[in-house]
């Protein structure tokens, strides 16, 4: 019969440290992306309050101050969108990255774990075949339940992506429509 040793437990507990520390690197890096972000938005935000100020401030009658709401109003949904849309490219490419690093950690736990299944059939008595079976076809049940979920996982997220951006694009859509709505009237 096979028993782990000390260096081996050793090794993986290392593997997992380094895993570990691998997936908080890319979490971080996901998460200084969202505060550049938010940065450069808030700067941006400033400079435009600014702006759109000195514009009310200069403004002569009620006309002139719609005109100048409306003008807002086309820009302001598209920057929501725009701004939107890079939180969730943010999010998908952190959340790729750790997946992808997931995935390869549950390829090779599955390989040492059919390695340690095919030393046991190996080492396995006489008259067990139909155990060694069984555990055999219970291995591959479950690795071909973990592809599904993976393969569900994947269509989910390419159909909350085309969701996203399809109700992203009606919002501005709307927003546009409305403002010439009101140009027009």
Not at 87 to 99: F, M
């Amino acid at each position: 019969m096979s028993y782990l040793t000390a260096e081996q437990v050793m090794a993986a507990q290392k593997a997992n440290v380094e895993i570990l520390f691998g997936l908080t690197e890319k979490a971080f890096a996901g998460v200084e992306k969202l505060v550049e972000l938010n940065l450069q938005v808030a700067k941006a935000a400033m400079s435009e309050a600014a702006d759109t100020t000195k514009a009310a401030m200069s403004v002569k009658d009620a006309q002139e101050l719609i005109a100048l709401q409306q003008a807002m109003l086309q820009p302001a949904a598209e920057k929501a969108a725009a701004y939107g849309r890079h939180v969730y490219d943010i999010a998908t490419a952190t959340n790729a990255e750790v997946s992808k690093v997931a995935e390869s950690q549950v390829a090779e736990a599955q390989k040492k774990f059919m390695s340690l299944v095919d030393t046991a059939v190996k080492n396995a008595p006489a008259g067990t075949e139909n155990a060694v079976t069984l555990v055999k076809s219970a291995v591959a049940a479950a690795n071909n339940a973990f592809e599904s979920v993976q393969k569900a996982a994947k269509q989910a997220a390419d159909v909350a992506e085309a969701n996203f951006q399809a109700v992203t694009n009606t919002a501005v859509k709307a927003t546009q429509g409305a403002t010439k709505g009101r140009r027009s009237a």
